[in-house]
């Protein structure tokens, strides 16, 4: 058995929407390997740390299914929430205080079993801070607007500004936590040419 999984071609309408307009869509329940922290994402130790443990899990995830199961799938990109205790504070000045969950989508295949198993395969393996607390579970957003940015995270605001905007003239309000799907390597791609998802979460009630 030699099946190949690409979620994101799946998955293109939640991984690929269009740059020009903001679109409601409906998202349905998917289950991730999470991992909570604080603080800028530009210089907080402890997000570098959360970004490093996610992958090797993420990755040793997905050699074992290949090796037990034949699956061979690629893994999916990073993904955050972002949020403040008081998201009317929310401010792109003041990312020091910014708590997040980063987080990687895993396929249907994937167990909590599996999860703890090759957790401890990488702490045989690595000493790393913070393996031990990712966590696996469902994230469902439901009802969100969304858009593609092409650029800088740093130029983010006006599309995040539109998106917003786009649901509010059709009488929504948000209803959860700022999301981005990192679809570059910001170490390996010109900040020109970064794209991320923009998603919000949002309701009538």
């Known amino acids: 058995m030699n099946e190949k999984i690409d979620h994101k ?6 991984y690929r929407p269009s740059k020009k307009d903001p679109e409601i869509i409906e998202v349905p329940e998917m289950n991730f390997l999470m ?3 604080k603080g800028d994402p530009n210089t907080a130790k402890v997000y570098s740390e959360a970004v490093s443990v996610l992958y090797s899990l993420a990755y040793s995830i ?22 403040v205790e008081d998201m009317h504070d929310f401010s792109t000045d003041n990312k020091e205080d910014w708590l997040w969950t980063m987080m990687i989508m895993q396929p249907d ?9 090759n957790r401890q395969a990488v702490i045989k393996k ?20 969304q858009l593609m940015h092409i650029g800088p ?3 983010e605001a006006p599309n995040i500004s539109r998106m917003h905007q786009y649901a509010f003239d059709r009488g929504y309000k948000r209803a959860g936590k700022h ?11 010109a900040p020109e040419k970064l794209k991320t998802v923009l998603r919000q979460p949002i309701s009538k009630d």
């Open 35 to 37: 991992v909570d922290g």
């Open 109 to 117: 295949l994937v167990t909590p079993e599996i999860v703890e198993e």
């Open 153 to 155: 995270y740093a130029d």
């Open 126 to 145: 690595k000493s790393l801070p913070k393996l031990e607390d990712i966590y696996f579970q469902p994230y469902n957003e439901s009802l969100s607007v």
């Open 62 to 83: 997905k050699f074992n299914v290949k090796k037990t199961t034949g699956v061979n799938y690629s893994v999916m990109p990073l993904e955050g929430l972002w949020w």
């Open 9 to 14: 071609k799946e998955l293109k309408h939640l």
């Open 179 to 189: 999301h981005e799907i990192y679809l570059n390597d910001p170490n390996r791609t």
